[in-house]
Structure formats: structure tokens, C-alpha cells
């Protein structure tokens, strides 16, 4: 095995000549990595349409580039170029954005009419951020991975969380406040000039002060917010025959919703109105929208007569927006309550009765986060939600649900969805608002619906999605092609940089099972998000109680491991593998037949005790380890490669992400040194 000597380590000044504890570089340096991928994942989603669907391209840089920086060994800090490499992404993302998209047919991404595409072409502007992403962090984890050898490694890891942990808090605050990217900027910007050098600042405030200026020049315009989802541009046209505005909504610069008055949606037949016709001559009582936006459909529920209206709306700015700016003061009234809440979720904790349930329009334009092919709807379509909302039917309820689903497909799906859960075919009305927009309408079999056209299905044998397998918008089980090409093209570029760093065989395979932990790690994590998002909602703040509480749970495991002696791996593999096969075989659909409070706590032990037995043997090895920032990067090199792997979730569903995980863990199980099966007694 190489064992590498201690290096004398050049330390960071502080103002007045003050030289900066390595303790607390590792804390900062942490905790700017955290906020700073975050930043990045939603501010260049916001502008290159493309990451809204690719975000874990900029998670998989993150992970590369810290990598790197952790096998980094030269002497001279490389801290300078952050800002450089930084304000040449935003200066590039900036003035070339990528808003609209529309070129694919088996993986949907909704978005706008029409087929103009902005900004750089896909095979450029992909590539572009994942190498600059990758540099951005290789360059700042050098800083980090230097104070990391400085320090008990233990010790490292845990101030290594801890400021973790601090950049989630920190990014979570400033998103339920709305902040806008500029403050973002500037607080990246403070860090950076607090670890640099007084020559190193110098040089960097320049380029800090032109990415603060650039976001500045985003943020401070009069019609854009930032969501904790989206940013949202407001377009407003006055209609000189009502005399009255509409409001466009662009999310993430893609047309979203619009705010148009009743008095306009009177001078045409509107699709707002079809569930209600469908439904009969007496208008429903009480009445479930899911989706309910900006409030236009709730206005129109209020115009048929509705006795009172249940509005569910994911995004909270959106919801306020609605109430500032529609004219018809939907949400004013005191027949409506607004929930802010994720659509499945509501369904699932709700002990409410409807007559008439909608999902209005309920797409979205991003993730759950960056991690996951999730979208933030995607568990309000599968049969598992379907069959929620027929028991929150009365007798002779109806359910609605209405789109531009842009892929015939893709309502053959929905209709054998709702087809399978209610035992009559839905009455399926295809209008001219192009893009295959249609209306889906079933009732439960004591209401007679009178359909004026009939569906004729172009695949029958299309299959509705589970709660084990959510992706709507696939058209098969498969990879697409564009994927492959983007892992292909994200793994060579692995394998060359890692080559050009130093990370040679001989190097880093004394830590080959801290690559394949790193890799099962990262897979469950993806698991575990994709949990909690089915069992407790997808909204932003479920996330980030997710993120917090691994890392929270990961850093208890080694503040427990500095008093922890493993003197056998095998039990402990054995007991992880245990912990895996209880998450295997627990169906979901029994912890969601419980309440809030008993489901959370068993939620909890199924997700946290995989991680905290994995981390136990993690620690150790850390602690054992010749070079622990050797170590790191190999753990982190896995953890990108996890990322990749979470593709196979397109073919495989999540629920046998769990194997995977498990296989990742045994191939570590198998790389563990032989003379390391039995860990040192010397503590830490």
C-alpha cells in the first residue's frame, strides 16, 4: 500500500496577518461547497431549461470536482481561480439562456407552444456546465481537502458536516424567504474572500463583484420572484375588450400559467367549464382543486355555483401572486381555503369528502430537488393516487383532470389509470387547444357521465405507472438515448481528469471499498428522497428535512465511531445488509395506511438505520486510512458514480434501487483490504 507522508500545508490568512485554524477553513469551506451546489442547481435550472430535468448534471460535477480537489496534491493553493471559473458560468448562462425545449418523444418535458429553442445548442451548453462545475469545485475542495490533512480525520469529518449541515440550514432560509440570486452571490463571495489570503483577495474581488452584478441584474427586475420551486416572470397585457389585465406567469422562462378574467373566459367555450358539465345539471357542493395556481380555475369553481372550494397549490409565491393579481379575488373569497401542500400528500392526510375532485393542469418544470428523476407531480398520477382520490369521493362524486399532454400516449396512460381504479372508462375530450390537449372524466358507477366523443386508445397496451415505478412522462422502460450519451460523455470525462489529477490504481485502491460505499451512499440517498417524497410530499421543505436529517444522522454515526472500536467489518456488513432487506420488503403503501406521526417514525428507522450502520464502517475506515484525503476521494469519485447509476431507476423503479444499494455494498464488502478486516484499537 502507498503511504503517503504528511504535508506541510500552506495556512490561510485572515485580516491583520491572522492565520486561520484549519478546524475552521474545513467548517466554512463545507458549508460554501453545500450552499453553493444548491445555488447553482437552482439558479442555472431557472435559466437553461434543460437542467430542469438534468439537474443531477451539476450534483455529478460537484461530486467530480471535489474528488479532484481532494486528490489534488500540489503545494499552491488554486483558490484564486474560484471566482474566475465562477463568473464565467454565470456570465455564460447569463447572456445565453436556454428557455424553451420541446424535442423529445419518449421522455416529455412540458413546457410552451411551439419549437423555438433559445440559447446554446444541448450538446454544448451540457457539456460546458459540467466541465465548469466540475472546475468550480475542484478548485474550492482543494482548499478544503488541505485544512482536511491538517486534522484527525475523524475530527475533519465531523467539522466536514457540520458545515454541511450549516449550508443546507443556510439555503433553506433564504429560499422560504424568497431571497433572490444576487444574495446568493454576495454570501458566496464573502466566504470566498474570508478564506482567501490578502494577495488571493486582491485579485478575486473583481470577478465576485462582476457575479454579484450579473445575478443583480436578474434579480432586481420589477417582474421577476424567486419560489422556492421556480423563478417566476410576470407579463401582463391589458384586454382592451373587457378592459381588464391578463396576467402570464413564466416559470423558469417558460410560459406556465395565465390569469384570465371570467369576463374573457366568457366570450369562448372554455375547458374550465367541461368537468362541470360532465357533472350534471346541479352544480357540485364541494368541490377539490389540486393544482390550483394562481387561482383560475378556483374562480371559475365559484362562478358554476360551487358551495365551497378546497385549492391546493404547491408553490406559495404562485399562490400569492394569485391572490394579488387576478381580478376575480378567487382566494378572497369565504367559500375557498387555500392549502400550501403537495397535491398527494393533501390527499393522503385529508379526511374531506368531495363531490367533484380536478387536477388542474398539475405539470411542473422541475425535480424534487437535484436528486432523483422525480418531478414535483410525480406521484399524483400513479394508480396508488388515483385510487386515494376515488376514496375521497362521495357517492356519485367525479373526478376530473385536464392538460396539454403534447403525447397521445400519454393519455391512453391516464385513461387506462383511471379505467383500472374506477371499473368504467373515462369520458376523454379532445379540444382545439392543440398539443393534444384533452379533458379525463370518471365518476364513480352511481353517476351517469354522457361523453360527446369517444377515445380511441393508439396503444392499448400502455400500462398505468405505480408508486414503485412514478415516471408518467416515460414512454417505455428504458434509459433514453440522450441519457446514455450524457453518461457516457460524464464518465470519460471522469476517468481523464481523475487520471490528471494524480488518482492513479496504485493510489487510490487501497481505498476500493470506500469507492463502492461512496457509490451506495449516493444511490441511497436517491432511495431515501424518493421515500420520504411519496410518504410525506414533495415540497421543498420535506427535501431539505431529508438532506438535513442524513447528514445529521451521518454525523451523530461519527461522533459515535471516535469512541467506537470495529474490530470485525462482517457483522456489520451483515447487520447493513439486514437493515436493507427490511426497506426491501416493507411496502410504502402500508406506512401511508398510517397517520402522520407513527409513519415518520418508522420511516425514519427503515431510511436512517441502512445509513447509520453504513457510516459506522465508514468512519472506521476513515479512521484507518494512511491518507485521508486519498480516502475522501475516492468516497466522493463513487458518490458521482452513484449518481450515474440512479439512471437504472428508468428501468428498474425505485423500490429495486434497494439492490442495487446492496450490491454496491457487497462489491465494498469484497474490496476491503484483507489485513483491514480487522480495524485498529487505537482511538481517534
Request: glycine share 6%.
Amino acid at each position: 500500500m502507498e503511504i503517503q507522508a504528511p504535508q506541510k500545508l500552506m495556512s490561510t490568512e485572515a485580516g491583520g496577518g491572522r492565520q486561520l485554524r484549519p478546524s475552521f477553513i474545513v467548517s466554512l469551506t463545507s458549508g460554501l461547497i453545500l450552499f453553493l451546489e444548491l445555488s447553482l442547481i437552482r439558479w442555472a435550472g431557472a435559466n437553461i431549461v434543460h437542467l430542469s430535468y438534468f439537474t443531477n448534471f451539476i450534483l455529478l460535477g460537484s461530486f467530480l470536482g471535489i474528488g479532484l480537489g481532494f486528490l489534488w496534491r500540489r503545494y499552491r493553493s488554486l483558490l484564486t481561480f474560484v471566482p474566475y471559473i465562477l463568473v464565467s458560468f454565470v456570465a455564460i448562462v447569463y447572456f445565453f439562456p436556454v428557455q424553451i425545449v420541446r424535442d423529445s418523444t419518449s421522455l416529455l418535458f412540458f413546457s410552451a407552444v411551439g419549437d423555438k429553442l433559445t440559447g446554446l445548442p444541448i450538446w454544448a451548453i451540457l457539456p460546458f456546465i459540467f466541465v465548469c462545475v466540475a472546475a468550480i469545485f475542484a478548485t474550492l475542495a482543494q482548499t478544503l481537502a488541505q485544512a482536511f490533512s491538517q486534522l484527525p480525520s475523524l475530527q475533519a469529518y465531523r467539522l466536514d458536516l457540520l458545515g454541511s449541515l450549516a449550508g443546507i440550514a443556510v439555503f433553506s432560509s433564504i429560499s422560504f424567504l424568497g431571497w433572490p440570486p444576487f444574495v446568493w452571490g454576495a454570501i458566496v463571495g464573502g466566504c470566498l474572500l474570508i478564506l482567501a489570503t490578502r494577495p488571493q483577495r486582491r485579485l478575486m474581488v473583481v470577478p465576485i463583484l462582476a457575479i454579484v452584478g450579473f445575478l443583480g441584474l436578474e434579480s432586481l427586475q420589477s417582474n421577476t420572484q424567486w419560489s422556492p420551486y421556480y423563478k417566476i416572470t410576470t407579463k401582463t397585457h391589458h384586454d382592451q375588450s373587457i378592459d381588464q389585465d391578463t396576467t402570464l406567469f413564466l416559470v423558469n422562462g417558460i410560459p406556465h400559467q395565465q390569469i384570465t378574467p371570467l369576463a374573457l373566459l366568457r366570450q369562448y367555450e372554455s375547458f374550465y367549464t367541461i368537468p362541470y358539465q360532465r357533472y350534471g345539471a346541479m352544480p357540485p357542493k364541494k368541490v377539490l382543486i389540486i393544482g390550483a395556481g394562481t387561482g383560475t380555475d378556483v374562480a371559475v369553481a365559484l362562478n358554476q355555483g360551487v358551495e365551497h372550494v378546497d385549492a391546493v397549490e404547491i408553490d406559495p409565491v404562485l399562490a400569492r401572486l394569485g391572490r394579488e393579481k387576478n381580478p376575480d379575488r378567487p382566494y378572497d373569497d369565504s367559500r375557498v381555503s387555500l392549502y400550501i401542500n403537495d397535491g398527494r400528500s393533501y390527499l393522503e392526510r385529508t379526511k374531506e369528502m368531495y363531490d367533484l375532485i380536478i387536477f388542474a393542469l398539475p405539470d411542473s418544470l422541475t425535480l424534487v430537488a437535484g436528486q432523483s428523476s422525480l418531478r414535483l407531480e410525480s406521484y399524483m398520477f400513479t394508480k396508488e393516487a388515483v385510487a386515494t382520490v376515488a376514496r375521497h369521493l362521495q357517492p356519485g362524486g367525479m373526478f376530473s383532470m385536464y392538460n396539454y399532454y403534447r403525447q397521445p400516449w400519454l393519455i391512453d396512460r391516464l385513461e387506462a389509470t383511471m379505467n383500472q381504479v374506477f371499473h368504467r372508462a373515462p369520458c376523454v375530450e379532445t379540444k382545439g387547444q392543440g398539443d393534444n390537449f384533452a379533458v379525463l372524466s370518471v365518476a364513480k358507477p352511481d353517476r351517469p357521465v354522457t361523453c360527446p366523443e369517444t377515445w380511441v386508445a393508439t396503444e392499448a397496451s400502455i400500462k398505468p405507472v405505480a408508486d414503485t415505478y412514478p415516471f408518467l412522462y416515460l414512454h417505455y422502460r428504458s434509459i433514453p438515448k440522450f441519457y446514455l450519451l450524457a453518461i457516457a460523455g460524464i464518465l470519460l470525462v471522469s476517468f481523464f481528469s481523475v487520471r490528471l489529477t494524480g488518482g492513479t490504481w496504485r493510489r487510490l485502491s487501497p481505498y476500493a471499498d470506500l469507492f463502492w460505499m461512496g457509490a451506495a451512499f449516493m444511490a441511497l440517498e436517491t432511495k431515501n428522497v424518493v421515500h420520504f417524497a411519496l410518504l410525506f410530499g414533495t415540497t421543498w421543505f420535506v427535501n431539505a428535512l431529508v438532506f438535513g436529517g442524513i447528514l445529521m444522522v451521518v454525523f451523530l454515526t461519527v461522533t459515535l465511531a471516535r469512541r467506537l472500536t470495529i474490530k470485525r467489518y462482517l457483522p456489520w456488513y451483515l447487520a447493513l445488509f439486514a437493515s436493507l432487506a427490511i426497506a426491501w420488503v416493507v411496502p410504502e403503501a402500508w406506512l401511508l395506511s398510517y397517520a402522520v406521526v407513527p409513519r415518520f417514525m418508522m420511516a425514519v428507522v427503515i431510511a436512517f438505520l441502512p445509513i447509520f450502520l453504513a457510516n459506522c464502517i465508514f468512519a472506521s475506515r476513515l479512521r484507518a486510512s494512511d491518507s485521508s484525503t486519498d480516502a475522501m476521494a475516492a468516497n466522493l469519485i463513487g458518490a458521482m458514480v452513484g449518481g450515474v447509476l440512479e439512471y437504472t431507476s428508468l428501468i428498474i423503479g425505485y423500490q429495486t434501487l434497494v439492490i442495487v444499494v446492496a450490491v454496491l455494498y457487497a462489491l465494498a464488502l469484497w474490496s476491503l483490504p484483507r489485513f483491514r478486516v480487522e480495524a485498529p484499537t487505537i482511538r481517534a
